[in-house]
């Protein structure tokens, strides 16, 4: 059985973390716990939280670090993260959330083992965006370039998959500018700490997660 690990994916919006977590959480065998997926997921329920949170994510705003934190500390405290780690997708996004994971890993007694930059450029990524497509219902990314194989039918469900509200233009540009702003410094953050691994991100998602792996692979130092 291959070992689990605790992986952290950064990366700007559209260099593929979505994708290539999935990859990776299959390769592992460990949960992939996207904060975004975990908000549409609210949002789609209806609850308070999730009308709360949808007037932050369609204005392009981050949600306050200790709502976050709070999320992400109830999720790794069960069982399957426990078990053989996870892959975090979209957090932390800020130096405090960074700090606050920190702190979560060291009660639970398990560190990290690497956190991942996927690294595209910015122009790539724009237009990466303005062709995403999602399934509604589990997640699944398509591009208007490749799209499921019925009629905007997710290949793996059978959800509808259409263009996310804040993948709009305007949207996107001010996620990226937050991005470099605040989840930026966290690159810095983690390689003075001796824990980051950049990795390109351009070229065929297949060799992109065999990039990972090797990134991993050669830094992993123990079986969770
Ligand atoms: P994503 O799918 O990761 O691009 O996240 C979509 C939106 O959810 C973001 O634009 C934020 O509004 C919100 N969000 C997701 N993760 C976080 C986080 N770690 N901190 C604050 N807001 C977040």
Excluded at 19 to 38: E, K, L, N
Excluded at 83 to 97: A, K, M, S
Excluded at 127 to 140: F, G, H, M, N
Aim: glycine share 10%; proline share 4%; with cysteine.
């Amino acid at each position: 059985m291959i070992p689990g690990a605790r992986l952290v994916l950064l990366g700007r919006q559209g260099a593929g973390k979505g994708t290539q977590c999935v990859r990776m959480a299959r390769h592992y065998v460990i949960p992939h716990i996207s904060t975004g997926d975990m908000l549409r997921m609210a949002v789609k329920e209806g609850t308070d939280f999730g009308k709360r949170a949808k007037e932050y994510m369609d204005d392009g705003q981050l949600l306050p670090d200790d709502v976050m934190v709070g999320i992400v500390q109830e999720r790794l405290g069960r069982e399957d993260t426990t078990n053989r780690g996870y892959i975090l997708d979209g957090f932390p996004r800020t130096v405090g959330q960074a700090e606050a994971l920190g702190g979560i890993t060291e009660a639970l007694g398990h560190p990290l083992d690497l956190v991942l930059d996927l690294e595209v450029p910015e122009e790539v990524v724009i237009d990466r965006i303005s062709k995403r497509r999602v399934c509604v219902d589990c997640q699944t990314n398509y591009s208007s370039d490749s799209p499921p194989r019925y009629d905007w039918t997710c290949d793996n469900c059978g959800g509808e998959v259409l263009q996310r509200d804040d993948d709009t233009e305007e949207a996107i540009r001010h996620r990226l500018e937050l991005y470099a702003q605040q989840t930026e410094p966290l690159i810095s953050w983690y390689q003075a700490r001796d824990m980051l691994a950049a990795v390109d991100g351009l070229g065929h998602p297949d060799e992109v997660t065999r990039r990972l792996i090797r990134a991993v692979d050669g830094r992993t130092r123990h079986a969770v």
